[in-house]
């Protein structure tokens, strides 16, 4: 990670340099972060920095060997450390070693934009309390007393420093008060008031601000160039400078607009489907691939698109009942809504019966491209009654 990847404002960046290069670098720093900020990048940056065998006066290389095995998180004097608990793989007393490669793993598939709640998830650790443990605590002081790898600094890096354990936590003091050798520990947290106050009196403070409006929209088009100016505008607005969030909702936004997509191309070929009645040949294949992307997600996906149909449904009623001013739906559900204008109520609300039982069937574990194969056909079976 290179500083001019990491998205800070330049200030903060030029009041980093300006310690390493005045050789007043503090040797335990702690990164108060706001949510969504980039201040793992950071850390990462400024370890890499240290270590980098060509510097600028602005950055580190990128190139040299040393930022080859920082671009992988795999440099021999990066030491990262992270809550971490029990897993599928892990049964017993794990620890921030052991789980390395995922979180390394995880962290660059994110671009470093990584979260508390999302690591859970990739731990699929929802129900526990994952902690920086008393052998990360072992670990990091056994590994503090021994020489640098590349005979540079040594980093220390403790992301979430507030799911340090609490009886693990006095077993830092020392090292942190007094480290061997040319050693920087980092401590990341968004939560302050949850880190003992012996811990934060032993750190430098280093203030991660959220982004601006104008830093998180140009970041957003730049990360997803597809994403137009007045998306990342409206995204920007709601996210608050929390890039993790904006990711979050554009990701849900994209997602219902597929679901929306599917919507209509399920109901356009079910009404041309019903119009071919009784010639019409039944396209099995054609009836699949138009569920394919649904089957393949989660049930609460399938649940998610049911609830789709029926919100259009509802919406599809009370505009072909005139009743315009109860219609709440985006341009483009009301565009794809115009073309259905045909369908009268009686067929709209016996689809809306199909639906009702499908979704009943689906909350029952059901097989899901059997249920939304037979929904599509009673469906279309709706609009054969006059
Ligand atoms: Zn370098």
Not at 107 to 133: A, R
């Amino acid at each position: 990670m290179q500083f001019k990847d990491v998205l800070v404002s330049q200030k903060l960046k030029e009041q980093l340099l300006s310690q390493v290069h005045e050789h007043r670098i503090s040797h335990a720093q702690f990164f108060l972060a706001q949510p969504g900020s980039h201040a793992f990048a950071l850390a990462v940056a400024l370890a890499q920095y240290l270590c980098c065998e060509h510097p600028s006066d602005t950055d580190s290389c990128g190139t040299c060997p040393s930022c080859i095995q920082f671009s992988k998180l795999s440099h021999p004097d990066l030491h990262i450390y992270f809550p971490n608990c029990t897993t599928k793989t892990i049964k017993k007393d794990p620890d921030s070693i052991q789980l390395a490669q995922e979180f390394k793993d995880y962290v660059i598939e994110n671009q470093y934009h990584i979260d508390m709640q999302d690591w859970l998830t990739v731990l699929q650790g929802e129900n526990k309390q994952p902690s920086i443990n008393i052998r990360d605590c072992s670990h990091i002081i056994n590994q503090n007393s021994m020489r640098s790898y590349m005979g540079g600094y040594k980093t220390y890096i403790l992301w979430s420093v507030d799911r340090l354990h609490h009886a693990a936590a006095p077993k830092l003091l020392k090292t942190l008060e007094e480290p061997d050798g040319k050693s920087l520990f980092i401590l990341i947290s968004e939560k302050p008031d949850q880190i003992l106050s012996t811990i934060l009196s032993r750190t430098q403070l280093v203030k991660i601000p959220k982004l601006t409006d104008e830093e998180l929209q140009t970041a957003l088009q730049e990360a997803i160039p597809e994403m137009d100016a007045a998306t990342a505008r409206d995204i920007t607005a709601i996210a608050d400078g929390d890039y993790n969030k904006a990711l979050q909702i554009y990701r849900n936004n994209a997602e219902q607009r597929d679901m929306i997509d599917t919507f209509d191309a399920m109901m356009t070929s079910i009404v041309a489907f019903a119009h071919q009645r009784p010639a019409g040949e039944i396209n099995y294949a054609h009836v699949q691939e138009l569920f394919g992307d649904i089957v393949s997600q989660g049930r609460e996906k399938q649940k998610a698109f049911v609830n789709i149909i029926l919100r259009m449904l509802r919406n599809l009623l009370m505009q072909n009942a005139g009743a315009n001013a109860l219609v709440k739906v985006t341009d483009q559900e009301s565009g794809i809504l115009s073309t259905f204008r045909d369908l009268n109520l009686k067929h709209i609300t016996k689809m809306t019966e199909e639906c009702n039982k499908a979704m009943y069937h689906i909350g029952r574990n059901g097989n899901t491209a059997i249920i939304l194969t037979d929904l599509y056909f009673k469906m279309a079976g709706c609009l054969a009654d006059k």
